[in-house]
């Protein structure tokens, strides 16, 4: 049986999803786990279901006779991969980083530049529901501390591309970090 059905019903039999599995010259297998979604359901992965789950790959990897030095079990983290359509479909409306695999080529739509691969930006369902969007505006933020001028100005124009799964080479939730911590509803300052 291969590493990757033999990991992936190991954390699937755990009640958690396989998100990646890496395997390094050195030897690391690296195990990415998180919880299977449900709709209106967000259930975080911490450090004792990372050790139930390690536990217990570590008895099945014995087993199967799996030649590793190392073994390492997290959480996707902040800077999650998206892997398919249903990971697509749960996090529509989030900042994510997508790199096509291909340039979007001369037929970019508006300022892009033909040779573009990355983009940062809203991801959303396509309209027409047959694929999907990322929408950006190239204006940069402000940084932290940063007075922002109150005169009227243009904003720069929002900029969407539209793609297929096919099309991207690698997706990612957008490593935003709000150091000022989640406010409590009803807790005022």
């Known amino acids: 049986m291969a590493l990757q059905d033999i990991v992936s019903q190991t954390v699937a039999g755990l009640g958690y999803e396989l998100v990646e599995l890496e395997r390094s010259a050195g030897g690391t297998l690296r195990v ?22 390690t ?5 099945t990897l014995e087993v199967e006779e799996v030649d590793y030095k190392r073994l390492e079990v997290s959480s996707p983290g902040i800077d999650r991969p998206l892997h398919g ?4 479909e749960r996090f529509t409306g989030e900042v994510v980083d997508l790199t ?7 037929a970019g739509a508006g300022q892009v530049a033909a ?6 930006g809203t991801l959303e369902q396509a309209p027409d529901g047959k694929g999907w969007q990322i929408t950006w505006s190239d204006e940069p933020a402000p940084l932290p501390g940063q007075k922002v001028s ?10 969407v591309l539209g793609f297929t799964l096919d099309e991207v080479k690698d997706a990612r939730l957008a490593p935003i970090v709000d150091f000022k911590g989640r406010k409590r509803a009803g807790v005022q300052e």
């Open 100 to 106: 096509l695999k291909a340039p979007i080529g001369a």
């Open 115 to 120: 040779n573009r691969r990355k983009f940062r």
């Open 55 to 59: 536990r217990q790959l570590q008895y």
């Open 85 to 88: 359509e249903k990971d697509f």
């Open 32 to 53: 990415t786990i998180d919880f299977p979604w449900q709709p209106g359901d967000e259930k975080s992965v911490n450090v004792e279901d990372c050790e139930r789950v």
């Open 150 to 159: 109150k005169k009227k100005k243009e904003p720069a124009p929002l900029q």
